[in-house]
Protein backbone atom coordinates (compact mmCIF):
# COMPACT_ATOMS: atom_id res chain seq x y z
CA UNK A 1 0.00 0.00 0.00
CA UNK A 2 1.32 3.36 -0.64
CA UNK A 3 0.80 5.07 2.47
CA UNK A 4 0.85 3.68 5.92
CA UNK A 5 -2.17 3.97 7.79
CA UNK A 6 -0.19 5.45 11.12
CA UNK A 7 1.97 8.21 8.79
CA UNK A 8 0.03 11.38 7.71
CA UNK A 9 -4.24 11.04 8.87
CA UNK A 10 -4.76 11.49 12.47
CA UNK A 11 -8.14 10.01 13.23
CA UNK A 12 -9.39 10.79 16.74
CA UNK A 13 -8.83 7.67 19.06
CA UNK A 14 -12.61 5.50 19.55
CA UNK A 15 -12.02 3.38 22.13
CA UNK A 16 -13.51 5.29 25.55
CA UNK A 17 -11.29 5.56 28.74
CA UNK A 18 -12.98 2.32 30.77
CA UNK A 19 -15.59 3.88 33.08
CA UNK A 20 -17.09 6.58 30.98
CA UNK A 21 -20.14 7.78 30.38
CA UNK A 22 -20.85 5.91 26.89
CA UNK A 23 -22.14 9.38 24.80
CA UNK A 24 -25.71 9.55 23.33
CA UNK A 25 -26.10 7.88 19.75
CA UNK A 26 -25.82 10.95 17.45
CA UNK A 27 -28.57 11.69 15.19
CA UNK A 28 -27.66 12.12 11.29
CA UNK A 29 -30.06 15.49 11.07
CA UNK A 30 -27.65 17.14 13.91
CA UNK A 31 -24.80 16.30 11.70
CA UNK A 32 -26.31 17.89 8.81
CA UNK A 33 -26.82 21.00 11.41
CA UNK A 34 -23.45 21.16 12.29
CA UNK A 35 -22.19 20.96 8.97
CA UNK A 36 -24.52 23.82 7.89
CA UNK A 37 -23.87 25.88 10.24
CA UNK A 38 -19.74 25.34 9.88
CA UNK A 39 -19.89 25.27 5.90
CA UNK A 40 -22.49 28.66 6.13
CA UNK A 41 -20.87 28.89 2.23
CA UNK A 42 -21.02 25.77 0.95
CA UNK A 43 -24.54 24.37 -0.99
CA UNK A 44 -25.12 21.65 1.16
CA UNK A 45 -28.12 19.82 -0.20
CA UNK A 46 -30.66 16.75 1.52
CA UNK A 47 -30.93 14.11 -0.69
CA UNK A 48 -34.96 14.16 -0.91
CA UNK A 49 -36.70 10.98 -2.42
CA UNK A 50 -39.66 8.43 -1.95
CA UNK A 51 -37.58 5.75 -0.19
CA UNK A 52 -33.91 7.76 0.72
CA UNK A 53 -33.55 5.35 3.61
CA UNK A 54 -30.31 6.66 4.69
CA UNK A 55 -29.83 10.68 5.53
CA UNK A 56 -27.63 11.85 2.74
CA UNK A 57 -26.54 15.30 1.62
CA UNK A 58 -25.34 16.47 -1.50
CA UNK A 59 -21.57 18.04 -1.49
CA UNK A 60 -19.65 19.87 -4.01
CA UNK A 61 -16.74 18.26 -4.93
CA UNK A 62 -14.54 20.84 -4.21
CA UNK A 63 -15.10 20.90 -0.58
CA UNK A 64 -15.50 16.98 -0.26
CA UNK A 65 -11.88 17.09 1.66
CA UNK A 66 -12.57 19.88 4.42
CA UNK A 67 -15.52 18.86 4.89
CA UNK A 68 -14.27 15.15 5.24
CA UNK A 69 -11.95 16.53 7.57
CA UNK A 70 -14.57 18.31 9.71
CA UNK A 71 -16.65 14.94 10.50
CA UNK A 72 -13.09 13.33 11.30
CA UNK A 73 -11.76 15.66 13.52
CA UNK A 74 -14.75 17.55 15.30
CA UNK A 75 -14.85 16.10 18.47
CA UNK A 76 -18.80 15.76 18.74
CA UNK A 77 -19.43 14.06 15.46
CA UNK A 78 -15.82 12.19 15.47
CA UNK A 79 -16.34 10.04 11.63
CA UNK A 80 -13.17 7.94 12.81
CA UNK A 81 -14.08 5.63 9.81
CA UNK A 82 -15.33 5.52 6.35
CA UNK A 83 -17.23 2.54 5.86
CA UNK A 84 -17.21 2.73 1.74
CA UNK A 85 -17.19 4.59 -1.05
CA UNK A 86 -18.62 3.79 -4.02
CA UNK A 87 -20.17 4.94 -7.62
CA UNK A 88 -23.27 5.77 -9.27
CA UNK A 89 -24.16 6.02 -13.06
CA UNK A 90 -27.29 7.63 -13.96
CA UNK A 91 -27.75 7.40 -17.57
CA UNK A 92 -28.93 9.44 -19.22
CA UNK A 93 -29.28 12.05 -16.36
CA UNK A 94 -26.71 14.95 -16.44
CA UNK A 95 -24.43 15.32 -13.90
CA UNK A 96 -23.99 11.45 -14.55
CA UNK A 97 -22.16 9.86 -11.91
CA UNK A 98 -22.61 9.99 -8.21
CA UNK A 99 -19.58 9.02 -5.98
CA UNK A 100 -21.13 7.94 -2.21
CA UNK A 101 -19.11 8.27 0.67
CA UNK A 102 -20.47 6.22 3.80
CA UNK A 103 -19.28 7.43 6.72
CA UNK A 104 -19.08 5.66 10.13
CA UNK A 105 -18.53 7.06 13.75
CA UNK A 106 -17.88 4.48 16.23
CA UNK A 107 -17.93 6.39 19.54
CA UNK A 108 -21.18 8.25 18.62
CA UNK A 109 -22.53 5.08 17.12
CA UNK A 110 -24.03 7.09 13.64
CA UNK A 111 -23.62 6.83 10.15
CA UNK A 112 -23.90 9.59 7.73
CA UNK A 113 -23.83 9.22 3.71
CA UNK A 114 -22.54 12.10 1.37
CA UNK A 115 -22.74 12.24 -2.41
CA UNK A 116 -20.86 14.16 -4.62
CA UNK A 117 -22.03 14.54 -8.28
CA UNK A 118 -20.07 13.77 -10.85
CA UNK A 119 -19.99 14.94 -14.60
CA UNK A 120 -19.48 13.00 -17.61
CA UNK A 121 -17.05 15.24 -19.19
CA UNK A 122 -14.48 15.58 -16.55
CA UNK A 123 -15.26 12.88 -14.07
CA UNK A 124 -12.91 14.02 -11.76
CA UNK A 125 -12.82 14.19 -7.43
CA UNK A 126 -10.20 14.75 -4.79
CA UNK A 127 -9.27 11.71 -3.17
CA UNK A 128 -10.01 10.96 0.43
CA UNK A 129 -6.71 9.39 1.29
CA UNK A 130 -5.37 11.91 3.33
CA UNK A 131 -8.50 11.75 5.72
CA UNK A 132 -9.33 7.91 5.99
CA UNK A 133 -6.27 5.46 4.23
CA UNK A 134 -8.71 3.40 3.54
CA UNK A 135 -10.30 4.85 0.69
CA UNK A 136 -7.31 3.77 -1.05
CA UNK A 137 -8.87 0.72 -2.65
CA UNK A 138 -12.58 1.98 -2.83
CA UNK A 139 -11.61 4.65 -5.59
CA UNK A 140 -9.05 2.45 -7.25
CA UNK A 141 -12.54 0.08 -7.09
CA UNK A 142 -14.79 3.17 -8.44
CA UNK A 143 -11.98 4.10 -10.59
CA UNK A 144 -11.99 0.31 -11.87
CA UNK A 145 -15.75 0.35 -12.59
CA UNK A 146 -16.59 3.82 -13.48
CA UNK A 147 -13.62 5.33 -14.91
CA UNK A 148 -13.89 8.13 -12.35
CA UNK A 149 -10.20 9.56 -11.56
CA UNK A 150 -9.28 10.59 -7.86
CA UNK A 151 -6.79 13.18 -8.28
CA UNK A 152 -3.82 12.88 -5.60
CA UNK A 153 -4.64 9.14 -5.55
CA UNK A 154 -0.94 7.69 -5.24
CA UNK A 155 -1.95 4.59 -7.64
CA UNK A 156 -4.55 5.38 -9.44
CA UNK A 157 -5.09 1.99 -11.09
CA UNK A 158 -7.58 -0.99 -11.79
CA UNK A 159 -7.68 -3.31 -8.87
CA UNK A 160 -10.37 -6.46 -9.64
CA UNK A 161 -10.19 -6.32 -13.70
CA UNK A 162 -7.08 -6.76 -15.79
CA UNK A 163 -4.92 -3.71 -16.18
CA UNK A 164 -5.64 -4.49 -20.12
CA UNK A 165 -9.02 -4.19 -19.59
CA UNK A 166 -10.50 -1.80 -21.91
CA UNK A 167 -13.87 0.02 -20.65
CA UNK A 168 -15.28 0.62 -17.58
CA UNK A 169 -17.63 -1.84 -16.63
CA UNK A 170 -20.42 -0.93 -14.51
CA UNK A 171 -21.25 2.28 -16.69
CA UNK A 172 -24.79 1.90 -18.11
CA UNK A 173 -23.14 2.30 -21.54
CA UNK A 174 -21.64 -0.74 -21.06
CA UNK A 175 -23.59 -3.46 -21.84
CA UNK A 176 -23.63 -7.33 -19.78
CA UNK A 177 -21.83 -9.55 -22.79
CA UNK A 178 -20.47 -12.96 -23.08
CA UNK A 179 -18.02 -14.81 -25.06
CA UNK A 180 -18.51 -17.66 -26.86
CA UNK A 181 -16.61 -20.18 -25.56
CA UNK A 182 -15.32 -22.55 -28.07
CA UNK A 183 -14.46 -26.21 -27.57
CA UNK A 184 -12.15 -27.72 -30.51
CA UNK A 185 -11.03 -31.10 -28.90
CA UNK A 186 -13.88 -32.62 -30.56
CA UNK A 187 -14.18 -30.34 -34.05
CA UNK A 188 -11.09 -29.99 -36.85
CA UNK A 189 -11.51 -26.42 -36.74
CA UNK A 190 -12.38 -23.72 -34.49
CA UNK A 191 -15.46 -22.16 -34.81
CA UNK A 192 -16.17 -18.55 -34.66
CA UNK A 193 -18.88 -17.43 -32.98
CA UNK A 194 -21.15 -14.57 -35.11
CA UNK A 195 -20.52 -10.98 -34.36
CA UNK A 196 -23.91 -10.67 -32.96
CA UNK A 197 -23.91 -13.20 -30.37
CA UNK A 198 -20.28 -11.81 -28.66
CA UNK A 199 -22.76 -9.33 -27.14
CA UNK A 200 -25.47 -9.81 -25.60
CA UNK A 201 -28.52 -7.15 -25.76
CA UNK A 202 -30.51 -6.85 -22.55
CA UNK A 203 -33.99 -7.81 -23.70
CA UNK A 204 -36.28 -3.80 -23.15
CA UNK A 205 -38.98 -4.87 -20.99
CA UNK A 206 -41.13 -2.13 -20.36
CA UNK A 207 -43.04 -2.07 -16.29
CA UNK A 208 -45.93 -1.24 -15.22
CA UNK A 209 -46.78 -1.49 -11.90
CA UNK A 210 -49.77 -3.03 -10.75
CA UNK B 1 14.82 -9.07 -3.52
CA UNK B 2 11.31 -9.26 -4.98
CA UNK B 3 9.38 -12.05 -3.97
CA UNK B 4 5.88 -12.87 -5.49
CA UNK B 5 3.88 -14.97 -3.46
CA UNK B 6 0.54 -16.63 -5.31
CA UNK B 7 -1.93 -16.45 -6.59
CA UNK B 8 -1.29 -20.19 -6.57
CA UNK B 9 0.44 -20.64 -2.99
CA UNK B 10 -1.79 -22.58 -0.39
CA UNK B 11 -1.53 -20.35 2.16
CA UNK B 12 -3.13 -17.31 0.65
CA UNK B 13 -6.32 -18.92 1.04
CA UNK B 14 -7.57 -18.62 -2.68
CA UNK B 15 -5.81 -16.75 -5.41
CA UNK B 16 -4.50 -13.87 -3.85
CA UNK B 17 -0.91 -12.56 -4.75
CA UNK B 18 1.18 -10.95 -2.55
CA UNK B 19 4.43 -8.53 -4.22
CA UNK B 20 6.91 -8.90 -1.23
CA UNK B 21 10.16 -6.67 -1.05
CA UNK B 22 12.58 -8.11 1.21
CA UNK B 23 15.21 -7.05 2.37
CA UNK B 24 17.07 -10.21 3.82
CA UNK B 25 14.01 -12.23 5.87
CA UNK B 26 12.37 -8.34 6.40
CA UNK B 27 9.74 -7.55 4.62
CA UNK B 28 10.01 -3.65 3.52
CA UNK B 29 7.13 -3.54 1.34
CA UNK B 30 3.91 -5.69 0.52
CA UNK B 31 1.04 -5.15 -2.02
CA UNK B 32 -1.58 -7.26 -2.26
CA UNK B 33 -2.93 -7.26 -5.85
CA UNK B 34 -6.44 -8.83 -6.13
CA UNK B 35 -9.14 -9.83 -8.97
CA UNK B 36 -8.03 -13.14 -10.09
CA UNK B 37 -11.86 -14.44 -9.13
CA UNK B 38 -13.64 -11.06 -10.25
CA UNK B 39 -16.89 -12.41 -11.88
CA UNK B 40 -18.86 -8.73 -11.89
CA UNK B 41 -21.11 -10.23 -9.83
CA UNK B 42 -22.73 -6.49 -9.09
CA UNK B 43 -22.69 -5.60 -12.87
CA UNK B 44 -24.64 -9.17 -13.27
CA UNK B 45 -27.03 -8.09 -10.17
CA UNK B 46 -28.40 -5.36 -12.28
CA UNK B 47 -29.84 -7.54 -14.91
CA UNK B 48 -31.35 -9.66 -12.37
CA UNK B 49 -34.32 -9.61 -9.90
CA UNK B 50 -33.64 -8.60 -6.15
CA UNK B 51 -34.45 -12.36 -5.42
CA UNK B 52 -32.50 -14.04 -8.70
CA UNK B 53 -29.45 -11.89 -6.54
CA UNK B 54 -29.94 -14.00 -3.43
CA UNK B 55 -28.44 -17.57 -4.64
CA UNK B 56 -25.36 -15.07 -6.51
CA UNK B 57 -24.41 -13.81 -3.09
CA UNK B 58 -23.36 -17.27 -1.70
CA UNK B 59 -20.79 -17.23 -3.93
CA UNK B 60 -19.22 -14.60 -1.94
CA UNK B 61 -18.37 -15.39 0.94
CA UNK B 62 -18.62 -19.11 0.11
CA UNK B 63 -17.96 -20.28 3.83
CA UNK B 64 -20.83 -17.82 5.07
CA UNK B 65 -23.49 -18.36 2.41
CA UNK B 66 -26.60 -17.56 4.84
CA UNK B 67 -25.01 -14.05 6.28
CA UNK B 68 -24.46 -13.04 2.55
CA UNK B 69 -28.33 -14.09 2.22
CA UNK B 70 -29.32 -12.48 5.20
CA UNK B 71 -27.50 -8.78 4.15
CA UNK B 72 -29.29 -8.68 0.76
CA UNK B 73 -32.45 -9.24 2.29
CA UNK B 74 -32.10 -7.07 5.17
CA UNK B 75 -31.12 -4.28 2.63
CA UNK B 76 -34.25 -4.81 0.34
CA UNK B 77 -36.28 -5.43 2.95
CA UNK B 78 -34.81 -2.01 4.21
CA UNK B 79 -35.59 -0.29 0.65
CA UNK B 80 -39.16 -2.02 0.51
CA UNK B 81 -39.89 -0.69 4.22
CA UNK B 82 -41.08 -4.26 5.15
CA UNK B 83 -40.29 -6.30 8.08
CA UNK B 84 -39.76 -9.89 8.29
CA UNK B 85 -42.28 -12.02 10.45
CA UNK B 86 -40.87 -12.89 14.30
CA UNK B 87 -40.52 -16.46 13.43
CA UNK B 88 -38.35 -16.17 10.56
CA UNK B 89 -36.13 -13.93 12.13
CA UNK B 90 -35.35 -16.19 15.36
CA UNK B 91 -34.41 -18.91 12.32
CA UNK B 92 -31.98 -16.19 10.98
CA UNK B 93 -30.71 -15.55 13.88
CA UNK B 94 -30.22 -18.82 14.86
CA UNK B 95 -28.90 -20.24 11.24
CA UNK B 96 -25.98 -16.80 11.07
CA UNK B 97 -24.98 -17.70 14.13
CA UNK B 98 -24.72 -21.55 13.20
CA UNK B 99 -22.82 -19.84 10.06
CA UNK B 100 -20.68 -18.27 12.34
CA UNK B 101 -19.14 -21.05 13.74
CA UNK B 102 -18.75 -23.24 10.81
CA UNK B 103 -16.99 -19.73 9.15
CA UNK B 104 -14.63 -19.59 11.81
CA UNK B 105 -13.81 -23.45 12.43
CA UNK B 106 -12.61 -23.51 8.40
CA UNK B 107 -10.60 -20.29 9.66
CA UNK B 108 -9.05 -21.88 12.69
CA UNK B 109 -8.58 -24.88 10.72
CA UNK B 110 -6.86 -23.42 7.70
CA UNK B 111 -4.83 -21.02 9.79
CA UNK B 112 -3.53 -23.48 12.26
CA UNK B 113 -2.18 -25.81 9.55
CA UNK B 114 -0.60 -22.32 7.43
CA UNK B 115 1.12 -22.60 10.77
CA UNK B 116 1.98 -25.98 11.25
CA UNK B 117 -0.40 -27.38 13.73
CA UNK B 118 -2.44 -30.08 11.89
CA UNK B 119 -4.71 -31.80 14.20
CA UNK B 120 -6.77 -28.87 14.37
CA UNK B 121 -7.77 -29.05 11.22
CA UNK B 122 -9.32 -32.19 11.37
CA UNK B 123 -11.17 -31.47 14.31
CA UNK B 124 -12.83 -28.02 12.75
CA UNK B 125 -13.80 -29.77 9.26
CA UNK B 126 -15.95 -32.53 11.76
CA UNK B 127 -17.56 -29.88 13.52
CA UNK B 128 -17.88 -27.61 9.99
CA UNK B 129 -19.42 -30.79 8.71
CA UNK B 130 -22.47 -30.69 11.40
CA UNK B 131 -23.55 -27.65 10.31
CA UNK B 132 -23.43 -28.36 6.62
CA UNK B 133 -25.26 -30.95 7.02
CA UNK B 134 -27.51 -28.70 8.80
CA UNK B 135 -27.75 -26.23 5.61
CA UNK B 136 -28.73 -29.44 3.84
CA UNK B 137 -31.32 -30.42 6.01
CA UNK B 138 -33.13 -26.63 5.37
CA UNK B 139 -32.51 -26.09 2.00
CA UNK B 140 -30.99 -28.92 0.16
CA UNK B 141 -27.26 -27.03 -0.70
CA UNK B 142 -24.39 -28.29 1.74
CA UNK B 143 -21.90 -25.15 0.59
CA UNK B 144 -23.69 -22.40 -1.68
CA UNK B 145 -26.78 -22.73 0.55
CA UNK B 146 -29.39 -19.45 -0.01
CA UNK B 147 -32.27 -20.14 2.32
CA UNK B 148 -33.22 -16.66 3.04
CA UNK B 149 -35.96 -14.86 0.71
CA UNK B 150 -36.80 -11.31 0.70
CA UNK B 151 -39.84 -10.73 3.92
CA UNK B 152 -38.56 -14.22 5.04
CA UNK B 153 -37.57 -17.92 4.45
CA UNK B 154 -37.83 -19.80 1.35
CA UNK B 155 -40.01 -22.21 3.05
CA UNK B 156 -40.80 -23.43 6.76
CA UNK B 157 -37.65 -25.24 9.00
CA UNK B 158 -38.01 -28.94 8.27
CA UNK B 159 -39.06 -31.19 10.98
CA UNK B 160 -36.16 -32.68 13.61
CA UNK B 161 -34.05 -29.66 12.55
CA UNK B 162 -34.58 -27.95 15.70
CA UNK B 163 -33.56 -31.40 17.50
CA UNK B 164 -30.59 -31.36 15.36
CA UNK B 165 -29.51 -28.05 16.17
CA UNK B 166 -30.22 -28.62 19.99
CA UNK B 167 -27.59 -31.64 19.37
CA UNK B 168 -24.88 -29.51 18.04
CA UNK B 169 -24.93 -26.53 20.24
CA UNK B 170 -25.06 -29.09 23.04
CA UNK B 171 -21.74 -30.62 21.73
CA UNK B 172 -19.99 -27.57 20.78
CA UNK B 173 -18.34 -26.03 23.60
CA UNK B 174 -17.05 -29.14 24.43
CA UNK B 175 -15.19 -29.03 20.97
CA UNK B 176 -14.25 -25.41 21.26
CA UNK B 177 -12.20 -26.72 24.49
CA UNK B 178 -10.39 -29.02 22.62
CA UNK B 179 -9.66 -26.40 19.88
CA UNK B 180 -8.01 -24.60 22.83
CA UNK B 181 -6.32 -27.54 24.26
CA UNK B 182 -4.34 -28.19 21.47
CA UNK B 183 -3.52 -24.42 20.35
CA UNK B 184 -4.41 -21.80 23.50
CA UNK B 185 -0.95 -22.38 25.50
CA UNK B 186 0.68 -24.71 22.78
CA UNK B 187 4.50 -22.91 23.20
CA UNK B 188 4.66 -23.12 19.38
CA UNK B 189 1.44 -21.91 18.95
CA UNK B 190 2.03 -18.91 21.18
CA UNK B 191 5.76 -18.22 19.52
CA UNK B 192 3.73 -18.33 16.02
CA UNK B 193 1.15 -15.90 17.28
CA UNK B 194 2.04 -13.58 20.13
CA UNK B 195 3.34 -10.44 19.18
CA UNK B 196 2.71 -11.06 15.48
CA UNK B 197 0.87 -9.01 12.49
CA UNK B 198 0.07 -6.45 15.48
CA UNK B 199 -2.57 -3.87 14.03
CA UNK B 200 -3.40 -0.84 16.81
CA UNK B 201 -6.48 0.21 17.39
CA UNK B 202 -5.92 3.92 15.66
CA UNK B 203 -4.90 1.79 12.24
CA UNK B 204 -7.50 -0.39 12.44
CA UNK B 205 -9.71 2.10 12.39
CA UNK B 206 -8.65 4.57 9.79
CA UNK B 207 -8.40 1.81 7.70
CA UNK B 208 -11.79 0.64 7.96
CA UNK B 209 -11.14 -2.75 9.19
CA UNK B 210 -14.03 -4.23 11.00
CA UNK B 211 -14.95 -7.07 12.80
CA UNK B 212 -12.67 -9.78 14.99
CA UNK B 213 -9.65 -8.14 13.32
CA UNK B 214 -10.92 -4.35 14.65
CA UNK B 215 -11.99 -6.26 18.18
CA UNK B 216 -8.70 -7.60 18.86
CA UNK B 217 -7.55 -4.52 18.19
CA UNK B 218 -9.44 -3.78 21.62
CA UNK B 219 -12.27 -1.78 19.64
CA UNK B 220 -15.51 -3.05 21.04
CA UNK B 221 -17.54 -2.52 17.91
CA UNK B 222 -20.10 -5.24 16.87
CA UNK B 223 -22.78 -4.34 14.56
CA UNK B 224 -25.21 -7.44 16.54
CA UNK B 225 -24.68 -4.84 19.74
CA UNK B 226 -24.74 -1.65 18.51
CA UNK B 227 -26.92 -1.68 15.42
CA UNK B 228 -28.68 -4.34 16.15
CA UNK B 229 -30.86 -6.27 13.60
CA UNK B 230 -33.26 -9.58 13.38
CA UNK B 231 -33.65 -8.66 17.27
CA UNK B 232 -30.38 -9.09 18.28
CA UNK B 233 -31.11 -6.86 21.19
CA UNK B 234 -33.34 -9.25 22.71
CA UNK B 235 -30.61 -12.03 23.08
CA UNK B 236 -27.63 -12.22 26.36
CA UNK B 237 -24.15 -12.37 24.62
CA UNK B 238 -20.88 -10.38 25.31
CA UNK B 239 -18.59 -9.04 22.53
CA UNK B 240 -15.13 -10.42 23.29
CA UNK B 241 -12.05 -8.16 22.76
CA UNK B 242 -8.17 -8.08 22.60
CA UNK B 243 -5.99 -6.17 23.95
CA UNK B 244 -2.86 -6.09 21.60
CA UNK B 245 -3.94 -6.38 18.15
CA UNK B 246 -1.82 -9.38 17.59
CA UNK B 247 -2.74 -12.57 15.79
CA UNK B 248 -3.10 -14.52 19.04
CA UNK B 249 -5.22 -11.74 20.36
CA UNK B 250 -7.58 -12.12 16.97
CA UNK B 251 -7.69 -16.08 17.64
CA UNK B 252 -8.76 -15.36 21.46
CA UNK B 253 -11.42 -13.12 19.83
CA UNK B 254 -12.42 -15.53 17.26
CA UNK B 255 -12.40 -18.57 19.96
CA UNK B 256 -14.83 -17.20 22.29
CA UNK B 257 -16.99 -15.68 19.37
CA UNK B 258 -17.22 -19.46 19.10
CA UNK B 259 -18.52 -19.68 22.13
CA UNK B 260 -21.15 -16.71 22.21
CA UNK B 261 -22.64 -17.91 18.98
CA UNK B 262 -23.55 -21.49 20.44
CA UNK B 263 -25.23 -19.34 23.10
CA UNK B 264 -27.03 -17.25 21.12
CA UNK B 265 -28.42 -19.92 18.66
CA UNK B 266 -29.06 -21.86 22.16
CA UNK B 267 -31.24 -18.97 22.95
CA UNK B 268 -32.81 -18.90 19.52
CA UNK B 269 -33.69 -22.70 20.02
CA UNK B 270 -35.19 -22.03 22.88
CA UNK B 271 -37.62 -19.27 21.82
CA UNK B 272 -38.78 -21.42 18.61
CA UNK B 273 -39.71 -24.01 20.61
CA UNK B 274 -41.59 -22.01 23.23
CA UNK B 275 -43.41 -19.90 19.78
CA UNK B 276 -44.71 -23.11 18.01
CA UNK B 277 -45.61 -22.80 14.63
CA UNK B 278 -46.15 -19.19 12.89
CA UNK B 279 -45.72 -17.51 9.86
CA UNK B 280 -41.97 -18.18 8.05
CA UNK B 281 -42.46 -15.04 5.55
CA UNK B 282 -44.91 -12.02 5.40
CA UNK B 283 -48.35 -12.00 4.30
CA UNK B 284 -47.60 -8.92 1.80
CA UNK B 285 -47.80 -10.76 -1.53
CA UNK B 286 -46.96 -7.41 -3.44
CA UNK B 287 -43.58 -8.32 -2.70
CA UNK B 288 -43.63 -12.00 -0.81
CA UNK B 289 -44.82 -15.19 -2.61
CA UNK B 290 -47.55 -17.01 -0.58
CA UNK B 291 -47.59 -20.41 0.25
CA UNK B 292 -48.08 -23.15 -2.13
CA UNK B 293 -51.03 -24.10 -0.53
CA UNK B 294 -52.72 -20.43 -1.30
CA UNK B 295 -51.18 -20.49 -4.54
CA UNK B 296 -53.57 -24.16 -5.20
CA UNK B 297 -56.76 -22.70 -3.30
CA UNK B 298 -56.63 -18.89 -4.40
CA UNK B 299 -56.60 -17.09 -7.20
CA UNK B 300 -55.26 -14.11 -5.85
CA UNK B 301 -52.28 -15.92 -4.35
CA UNK B 302 -52.32 -17.58 -7.81
CA UNK B 303 -51.94 -14.06 -9.55
CA UNK B 304 -49.42 -12.91 -7.36
CA UNK B 305 -47.39 -15.98 -7.42
CA UNK B 306 -47.47 -15.30 -11.46
CA UNK B 307 -46.53 -11.87 -10.87
CA UNK B 308 -43.72 -11.97 -8.72
CA UNK B 309 -42.28 -14.53 -10.37
CA UNK B 310 -42.41 -13.07 -13.76
CA UNK B 311 -41.73 -9.59 -12.85
CA UNK B 312 -40.22 -9.57 -9.45
CA UNK B 313 -41.64 -6.84 -6.70
CA UNK B 314 -41.31 -3.46 -7.89
CA UNK B 315 -39.67 -1.25 -4.98
CA UNK B 316 -40.11 2.33 -4.19
CA UNK B 317 -37.52 4.63 -6.05
CA UNK B 318 -34.43 5.50 -3.39
CA UNK B 319 -31.82 3.85 -2.30
CA UNK B 320 -30.75 1.67 1.29
CA UNK B 321 -28.03 0.37 2.33
CA UNK B 322 -28.03 -2.92 5.17
CA UNK B 323 -25.54 -4.14 7.14
CA UNK B 324 -24.97 -7.44 9.26
CA UNK B 325 -22.44 -8.69 10.93
CA UNK B 326 -20.85 -11.23 8.88
CA UNK B 327 -18.14 -13.78 10.57
CA UNK B 328 -15.61 -11.65 8.54
CA UNK B 329 -16.69 -8.20 9.61
CA UNK B 330 -19.37 -5.55 8.60
CA UNK B 331 -20.79 -6.90 5.48
CA UNK B 332 -23.24 -4.62 3.89
CA UNK B 333 -25.54 -4.31 0.86
CA UNK B 334 -26.44 -1.08 -1.06
CA UNK B 335 -29.36 -0.48 -3.61
CA UNK B 336 -30.21 2.20 -5.73
CA UNK B 337 -33.68 1.42 -6.70
CA UNK B 338 -35.32 3.58 -10.07
CA UNK B 339 -38.73 1.62 -9.56
CA UNK B 340 -38.41 -1.63 -11.76
CA UNK B 341 -37.56 -4.67 -10.61
CA UNK B 342 -34.02 -4.97 -10.97
CA UNK B 343 -31.45 -2.88 -8.90
CA UNK B 344 -30.32 -0.17 -10.81
CA UNK B 345 -27.19 -0.52 -8.92
CA UNK B 346 -26.00 -2.81 -5.82
CA UNK B 347 -23.24 -2.29 -3.92
CA UNK B 348 -21.56 -5.15 -1.85
CA UNK B 349 -19.32 -3.51 0.93
CA UNK B 350 -17.40 -6.89 1.16
CA UNK B 351 -15.79 -6.97 4.62
CA UNK B 352 -12.11 -8.99 3.52
CA UNK B 353 -11.95 -6.55 0.77
CA UNK B 354 -11.68 -4.04 3.03
CA UNK B 355 -10.01 -6.33 5.94
CA UNK B 356 -6.76 -6.73 3.53
CA UNK B 357 -5.85 -3.23 3.53
CA UNK B 358 -4.55 -3.47 6.51
CA UNK B 359 -1.87 -6.81 5.52
CA UNK B 360 1.20 -4.03 4.59
CA UNK B 361 0.74 -2.39 7.82
CA UNK B 362 0.88 -5.83 9.80
CA UNK B 363 3.82 -7.35 8.04
CA UNK B 364 6.19 -4.55 7.07
CA UNK B 365 9.07 -4.34 8.56
CA UNK B 366 8.29 -7.69 9.81
CA UNK B 367 10.12 -11.37 9.13
CA UNK B 368 8.47 -13.20 6.03
CA UNK B 369 7.59 -16.33 7.70
CA UNK B 370 4.90 -14.13 9.04
CA UNK B 371 3.53 -12.95 6.22
CA UNK B 372 1.40 -16.68 6.88
CA UNK B 373 0.01 -16.13 9.90
CA UNK B 374 -0.87 -12.41 8.97
CA UNK B 375 -2.97 -13.45 6.36
CA UNK B 376 -4.29 -16.54 7.66
CA UNK B 377 -5.22 -13.96 10.76
CA UNK B 378 -6.92 -11.58 8.42
CA UNK B 379 -9.32 -14.86 7.41
CA UNK B 380 -10.08 -13.05 3.87
CA UNK B 381 -12.05 -14.92 1.58
CA UNK B 382 -11.42 -14.30 -1.80
CA UNK B 383 -14.92 -14.97 -2.76
CA UNK B 384 -16.04 -11.83 -1.53
CA UNK B 385 -13.11 -9.68 -2.12
CA UNK B 386 -13.01 -9.61 -6.00
CA UNK B 387 -16.62 -10.62 -6.25
Redesign the interface.
Known sequence: ?AE???GS?A?T???PPPGAPEPARLSPERVEQRLRERFSEVPIERQM??????H?VYVPAEHLVEVCTFLRDDHELDF?????V?G??YLPRQPRFEV?Y?LLS?RR?C?F?LKVRVPEEAPRVPTLIGV???A???ER?TYD?YGITFEGHPDMT?????EAWVGW??RKDSP?GYQEVSFTHNTPTRTVPAPDLTRLK?KKVR?R?? | MTLNMGPQHPSTHGVLRVVLELDGETVVRAKPIIGYLHTGMEKQAEYKTYTQSIPQTDRMDYLAPLSNNLALCLAAEKLLGIEAPPRAQVVRVLLTELTRISAHCVWLGTHALDIGAMTVFFYCFREREKVLSIYDMVCGARMTASYFRVGGLASDIPEGLLERCRTFVDEMPAHVDEYETLLSKNPIWLARTQGVAPLSARDAVALGVTGPILRGSGVRWDLRKTQPYCGYDGYDFEVPVGANGDAYDRYMVRVNEMRQSTRIADQAIRRLQEMGPGDYRLRDYKYVLPSKEEVKTSMEALIHHFKIVAHGFFPPVGEAYATVEAPKGELGFYFVSDGTPRPWRMKVRAPSFVNLQSLATMVEGRLVADVITAIGSLDIVLGEIDR
Request: no cysteine; net charge negative.
Open positions: MPASAPATAGEAVRDTAMLSWGIDVHLNRVWPTNWHEFRILLPPLLPYAH
